[in-house]
């Protein structure tokens, strides 16, 4: 089992930045691939940026060259840094982790944290 935690939403202004954190607790060497995902109201959850423990890396297209992400193994925690926010980045965005490789995986997801971009 894998437990995480998120923390870092809020409320920011049109071109502002936040930075998302999560960290994970529980079975953490069993990780793979760590990421966030966001959910805007009556939308689907979607991916925002993904990282394996090999250190690859990919984004959602909406948030590519605004949005970076870094993960410490050692202390399991990923971070999201959000640059440039935009109104249409408001959602609640979700910490997921996975273990194991495909094609046998599990998945695990955060409480959620809101990010609300308005002025």
């Known amino acids: 089992q894998v437990r995480l935690v998120e923390s870092g939403g809020g409320l920011v202004q049109p071109g502002g930045s936040l930075r998302l954190y999560c960290a994970a607790s529980?079975?953490?060497?069993?990780?793979?691939?760590m990421g966030w995902y966001r959910q805007a109201p009556g939308k689907q959850r979607e991916l925002v940026a993904r990282i394996t423990d090999g250190g690859s890396t990919n984004f959602a297209d909406s948030v590519k060259g605004r949005f970076t992400i870094s993960r410490d193994s050692t202390k399991n925690t990923v971070n999201l840094r959000m640059n440039t926010l935009k109104p249409e980045d408001t959602a609640v965005y979700y910490c997921?982790?996975?273990?194991?490789?495909?094609?046998?995986?599990?998945?695990?997801w955060g409480q959620g944290t809101q990010v609300t971009v308005s002025s």
């Open positions: 997921h982790a996975v273990t194991g490789n495909p094609p046998v995986t599990v998945n695990y």
């Open positions: 529980g079975a953490v060497a069993a990780i793979s691939a």
